[in-house]
């Protein structure tokens, strides 16, 4: 998710409330000392582009006494290629000697904070008529907005986080090593299968001998490595065995459903439990309604849908055969019953879901429902919020996110998610549709960038990932308890074999960590939400992307190598059980139009010309959500909608050149209506595109 509209301004506007509840002096961009930059304001917020080599802008001198707490440098900021070798001068005067280089502006394709201590560097400096200079890096042609500038004092969140960094760093260090030893060993026992049905759940498996071997549950909020807390359940008599027993387990307070816990063989010993086997999920739950399947009709989504935006003709207009819809957890979820609210009660614990926020979201799917449109229901978990949030939100997450991994870590905190999964499941399930239907559910976002859009503190990739895994198992076990057909997405950027964020994860490598886990935990049909984009998100003509190679350990799919994508999914190590390909939608896209020229509106469309054709013989990908659907303000400058702004005075959400390309694709009008791109593109035909394609 680069830009969700209605969430994302939700998600700042608690941001801002947030930070405005700290004590902070404000900075103000002085734009007449501008060196080397173009500097624009439009309310708050300042729009730089550099020129040259030596680009810096100045604040306007203080007037009072900087407090002295007042030592973190922050602001919001959007810059879709991020800033090296950022510095600041503390004037006057501008020295070297004055100065202090520091973190980089990461790439930011949506508003991010960024936040700096500068306590050791500030020194005397800090008296009415200072003021700093900030060297933003040495390209030119980097555009950054820049918002709420200011000198604050530390949120309690960052002196918990600076206290605990290092303990949880050596904490994670032997999670992680713990985990890798775990995935690599070859185990001689093992788990062959898990059924569940309303009630028993049974499981079967092999030892190699009987030597005081039990079976041991581990629920998500344990560590499977951790053999001193998962629960030694009940002994095995037989190298051969079938055990069943309740579904439904007494835990403390809470009637705690097994169906959401892995399963392991362990030996008891004198130093205590030794894993025997890999731990394993249910591979076979009954459902309660006998839905369906419900092919695609055809490849063309919307991403973000949502009717309160207007124009729900489009969904005809466009043949829309799939859209995504954005679902929050802060905003409809409560622990307190007040008039008007759903009851949910989720094994003998009751929650309360906000009624005006479901009959909105009731209408959205409704109208999919009635044109046969398969929906992907993205899942969200705020920051900053009141609770259940606090049980939801990750104990580790960082302020610099904007959504948060869940909270995976206690039994109350995975009783509340899987409340709500199961209230949002049961609802959108229904064989009548009363409610509309959410068929598969994609995974929080881009979880590649999880510092951003899936917080859950500095961890490395394996540990990261176990967590990520126990949400993508919970939701498919309740999900799969309703309707048997619902598939799971892990959602993904356009980064691939690398990122240029000290905190992101080449998206290659969790998937090959997700891939090992399916292996030796049982396989589930999980699927692949990819975005790719080109390679800027401002720049519209794909086929020029340089970092979009074509073989796989390219830098990045983007919309000129998708034949990339195509090739994997379809390779015999992502088969779903070796024999079923996965489903692979990409379900974040679009192409941007700098402005609303002639000649910006055309390479639009030209972009996504060249990225329609170029997925014609790619069997592979099944769904392409436009997003965003509509032109927003919001999006740093960008225009990436097939419409326009909806306050454009001229043509207020008028449809650009590319709206009625995405109309004509896959008719028999295409070829008409492409056409005319061909010479923006730089080619004669459209089997040309393959000069780009080596």
């Given at each position: ?94 020295s ?9 502006i ?44 200011r ?71 344990l ?36 169906l ?44 973000g849908?949502d ?55 009731d ?57 709500a ?12 549709k ?36 126990k ?9 799969r ?142 769904g ?16 990436i ?10 043509d ?5 050149p ?37």
């Amino acid at each position: 998710m680069k830009f969700y509209i209605g969430i994302i301004l939700f998600s700042l506007l608690s941001l801002q409330l947030y930070s405005q509840d700290l004590p902070s002096t404000s900075l103000n961009i002085n734009q007449d000392s501008a060196n080397q930059l173009q500097c624009t304001k439009d309310g708050s917020t300042c729009q730089i582009i550099t020129s040259d080599s030596d680009p810096y802008i100045k604040t306007y001198p203080l007037k009072v006494n900087l407090p002295d707490n007042h030592k973190v440098l922050s602001f919001e900021y959007f810059c879709p290629s991020g800033i090296s070798d950022f510095q600041v001068f503390f004037g006057p005067p501008e020295s070297e000697s004055k100065s202090a280089s520091l973190k980089n502006i990461d790439m930011a394709e949506g508003w991010t904070t960024y936040s700096v201590d500068l306590s050791d560097k500030m020194l005397d400096w800090g008296k009415p008529g200072d003021y700093l200079r900030l060297d933003l890096g040495r390209k030119p042609n980097t555009n950054i907005q820049m918002r709420n500038l200011r000198l604050r004092s530390f949120t309690d969140r960052e002196k918990q986080i600076a206290l605990q960094r290092e303990a949880k760093k050596q904490r994670d260090a032997i999670f992680h090593k713990n985990l890798q030893t775990y995935l690599d060993t070859e185990f001689n026992c093992k788990i062959d299968k898990i059924s569940a049905n309303f009630e028993t759940i049974t499981i079967s498996g092999t030892l190699d001998k009987l030597d005081n071997i039990y079976l041991c549950e581990i629920p998500p909020y344990l560590d499977v490595t951790d053999t001193d807390s998962i629960i030694k359940f009940k002994p095995i008599k037989k190298l051969n065995f079938s055990e069943s027993f309740p579904r439904y387990q007494q835990r403390k307070d809470i009637k705690y459903d097994s169906l959401l816990s892995k399963w392991a063989l362990a030996m008891d010993t004198p130093s205590g439990l030794k894993l025997i086997s890999h731990a394993h999920y249910p591979d076979e739950i009954e459902p309660k309604y006998n839905i369906m399947p419900q092919a695609l009709k055809g490849r063309k989504g919307i991403g973000g849908f949502d009717i309160s935006r207007g124009h729900t003709n489009d969904l005809d207009d466009l043949d829309i055969a799939s859209i995504t819809v954005n679902i929050p957890f802060a905003r409809f979820m409560t622990k307190t019953k007040s008039p008007g609210n759903i009851e949910h009660n989720y094994n003998g614990i009751m929650y309360y879901f906000n009624q005006g926020y479901f009959q909105q979201l009731d209408h959205t799917l409704l109208e999919a429902a009635k044109r046969n449109i398969i929906v992907a229901a993205i899942l969200l978990i705020d920051k900053n919020q009141p609770s259940p949030d606090a049980l939801l939100q990750h104990p580790d997450m960082d302020p610099s996110g904007i959504f948060s991994m869940p909270n995976m870590t206690t039994p109350e905190s995975v009783n509340c998610y899987a409340a709500a999964l199961d209230f949002l499941a049961s609802r959108y399930s229904r064989p009548d549709k009363k409610y509309g239907r959410i068929h598969h559910w994609i995974m929080h976002n881009e979880v590649d960038a999880g510092w951003t859009w899936t917080n859950m503190g500095v961890k490395t990739d394996l540990v990261f990932m176990d967590t990520y895994i126990k949400s993508m198992r919970m939701c498919y076990a309740i999900a799969r308890s309703y309707n048997p057909q619902s598939e799971v997405f892990i959602s993904l950027t356009h980064y691939w074999a690398w990122t240029s964020h000290p905190h992101y994860y080449p998206s290659k490598d969790l998937m090959e960590i997700l891939l090992k886990f399916s292996r030796v935990e049982g396989d589930f049909q999980w699927a692949v939400a990819h975005h790719p984009y080109p390679e800027s998100l401002l720049e519209p003509k794909t086929w020029l992307d340089t970092k979009a190679k074509f073989n796989i350990d390219t830098p990045l799919i983007t919309f000129k190598n998708l034949k990339v994508l195509d090739q994997w999914i379809k390779s015999t190590e992502m088969l779903y059980e070796g024999t079923q390909k996965r489903s692979l939608w990409l379900s974040e896209n679009g192409t941007n139009s700098k402005s609303y020229s002639e000649k910006d509106l055309t390479e639009q469309a030209a972009g996504f010309a060249y990225t329609w054709k170029s997925m014609k013989d790619l069997d592979g990908i099944d769904g392409f959500q436009w997003h965003n659907w509509i032109d927003n303000r919001h999006e740093g400058g960008l225009r990436i909608g097939l419409r326009k702004f909806p306050d454009q005075t001229d043509d207020p959400a008028g449809r650009k050149p590319v709206w009625f390309l995405f109309q004509a694709a896959d008719t028999d009008r295409e070829d008409d209506v492409f056409a005319p791109y061909l010479k923006t593109i730089g080619i004669k035909k459209w089997s040309d595109i393959d000069k780009f394609q080596k």
